[in-house]
T-cell receptor
Framework: KAGVTQTPRYLIKTRGQQVTLSCSPI?????VSWYQQTPGQGLQFLFE???????NKGNFPGRFSGRQFSNSRSEMNVSTLELGDSALYLC???????????FGPGTRLTVT | AQKITQTQPGMFVQEKEAVTLDCTYD???????LFWYKQPSSGEMIFLIY??????QNATEGRYSLNFQKARKSANLVISASQLGDSAMYFC???????????????FGQGTILTVHP
């Protein structure tokens, strides 16, 4: 069974631009969560989607948004990028919300 | 207040020996889950082991076991027979039910870097 896949793996953007990251969960998994990892703040929860609905959102500004499609694939979007948005963005999927989460390899975003 | 505390920024262990990574947590939720993940330098988070708050027995998965002491709110990871490939960052994480509103959210500790020496 294929694991969680994230595209692209690496991304370089300029301040003010916007970016869209994609996550394909493990087949059959309906819950997708997103996390931001930085050296200073560690791992922080962004949001979680289940059956195309955002069920939970972390403490991030409105520039961070996401969505989930009917095939459970998810995208997250960051608008008006800031230097502080440089981070490893990790996507995780689980069979149901109460099950363990399996992470993808992450997208490393660099904002210059 | 920190919900998950990992007090060991770095740990060293000799190959084939056992090592314990500490994790304490803080929650008033009676229903919660505790997880350990391994993150090698490649960046991918690898699920290791899970312990539910109502589980009577400590969780074990191969060389990994979780020393769950509910009253002390600790969930230490024990790795037996360390291998060179165990060198990585290890994260303790918690999921609270919060009345069903936080199921998909994991709160992570700051991590412990484990180095296994040959």
């Amino acid at each position: 069974k294929a694991g969680v896949t994230q595209t692209p793996r690496y991304l370089i953007k300029t301040r003010g631009q916007q970016v869209t990251l994609s996550c394909s969960p493990i087949s059959g998994h309906r819950s997708v969560s997103w996390y931001q990892q930085t050296p200073g703040q560690g791992l922080q929860f962004l949001f979680e989607y289940f059956s195309e609905t955002q069920r939970n959102k972390g403490n991030f500004p409105g520039r961070f948004s996401g969505r989930q499609f009917s095939n459970s694939r998810s995208e997250m979007n960051v608008s008006t990028l800031e230097l502080g948005d440089s981070a490893l963005y990790l996507c995780a999927s689980s069979l149901e919300v109460l099950y363990e989460q399996y992470f993808g390899p992450g997208t490393r975003l660099t904002v210059t | 207040a920190q919900k998950i505390t990992q007090t060991q920024p770095g740990m060293f262990v000799q190959e084939k020996e056992a090592v314990t990574l500490d994790c304490t947590y803080d929650t008033s939720d009676p229903s919660y889950g505790l997880f350990w993940y391994k993150q090698p330098s490649s960046g991918e988070m690898i699920f290791l082991i899970y312990q539910g708050s109502y589980d009577q027995q400590n969780a074990t998965e191969g060389r990994y076991s979780l020393n769950f002491q509910k009253a002390r709110k600790s969930a230490n990871l024990v790795i037996s027979a360390s291998q060179l490939g165990d060198s990585a960052m290890y994260f303790c994480a918690m999921r609270e039910s919060a009345g069903g509103t936080s199921y998909g959210k994991l709160t992570f500790g700051q991590g412990t870097i484990l180095t296994v020496h040959p």
